[in-house]
């Protein structure tokens, strides 16, 4: 799959129909059961409408500029030369901070781990991953933790999953170094189809850092729809990370969940720094009695950006605990939608959980929606939730020009300082590096948050 050269150009674009999925499952080496699988999960996209703002969950998000006609299924290609050359600076700061990793361009795997830096560990791409571990994909690959009869989008990744990669931790076994996984579109690349599944087993513990990136696309078009799968078994402890920063020609629909085992231990941080419109849902799935959450999210929009994210605390067992804080930035004329709920399941006794989001607003123009929700059929929980959304205080700024400090400067401080709380609750430092840089180059670009 990772090397062919020669592609029919009608699969990147065309649209995604009868013929060319039947194009598609052609090109590609797999077993009947993958491909049954694909034949379900095509015909509910084809019976499955595209959502519209009469839709509850899209009333704030409007894509009715999105012509998916004029994108296809992800072509089997060798990226240029010139694409993996632009990806590659990022490949080399994760290099730098992490053991190993994986690497796709254009929907085309390119670089793979190195074995002896895995730490016991099987990180893979999921097309070699179907023939040497069919075992682990036929269990999890779009089964319980993520369905492809949620909508459309997740009824089309489901039928054209494309490149992803396979996270695998055997039990009991303790990996210590962090590994990555890194996803771009560059040059000539237009789609990504890519799927993230982790699964460790009981007792397991990892660090896994996935980043998404559009590099040197001059904001052609770009589509990627993709899933994150996460499987935490009994008392194992997984640290994911998912930096989401596609160009701004990108449109990016992705459905993210994790399933929490008895007495085990999540931290997921998500960076929502790219794209041209986002819409992501995410779900922690506290499954197992004793098991906790942990959820981060860093966010930044501006120019005409509109990032919305869905977030989803689902506690099924008794003494549970979820802690979910997000917090966005937003300039110019760019938009946050974050969505959040608390959900406590009758024999879910004991819960405590906790979901705030707060947003500062750096110009006229910018909008944030807040919207946090609880559900609650247990009686005895602690479940707390909050929402604010503010200006930066003319005040300080004041404040600190009058101790020489310029307005730019000080801007770029009170930023910092509100993401701090955010940012010290991330236990791998390289990423809080990596954040803190994005959000300080975002604020830059036109001139340090004044209004627009």
Known sequence: ????????????????????????????????????????????????????????????????????????????????????????????????HYATGIEQVNATVTRRPDPAKLGGAILMDLAQAVKDHPEVLKRWLLTDVVSPREDAFSALHAAFWTGGTLLYVPKGVKVEA????????????????????IVLEDGAEASFVRESTGRERSDAPGLHVGAVELVVGREAKLRFVNIQNWDAGTWHFSRERALVGVDAGLQWTVGGLGSRLAKVNQEVALAGRGSKAQVNGVMFTTGRQHLAYFTRQDHQAPNTTSDLLYKGGLREKSRIVWKGMIRVEKDAQQTNAYQKNDNLVLSDGARADSIPGLEIEANDVRCTHGATAGRVDEDMIFYAQARGIDRETAIRLIVEGFFANVYDRITLEPVRETLTKAVAEKLQLGGGGESA
């Open 1 to 96: 799959m990772s090397s062919a050269s020669a592609t029919s150009p009608s699969l990147a674009t065309g649209g995604f129909t009868e013929a060319a999925f039947e194009a598609f499952l052609k090109q590609r080496d797999e077993p009947k059961w993958l491909q049954d699988r694909r034949r379900e999960a095509f015909e509910c996209f084809r019976s499955t409408p595209l959502p519209t703002s009469r839709d509850e969950e899209w009333r704030r998000t409007d894509i009715r500029a999105l012509k998916l006609d004029a994108f296809g299924p992800p072509p089997l290609q060798t990226p240029s030369a010139e694409a993996r050359a632009a990806i590659d600076p990022v490949w080399q700061t994760l290099s730098t």
């Open 178 to 197: 962090p590994l990555f996984s890194l996803i771009g579109l560059a040059k000539e690349g237009r789609v990504d189809f890519d799927h993230t599944l």
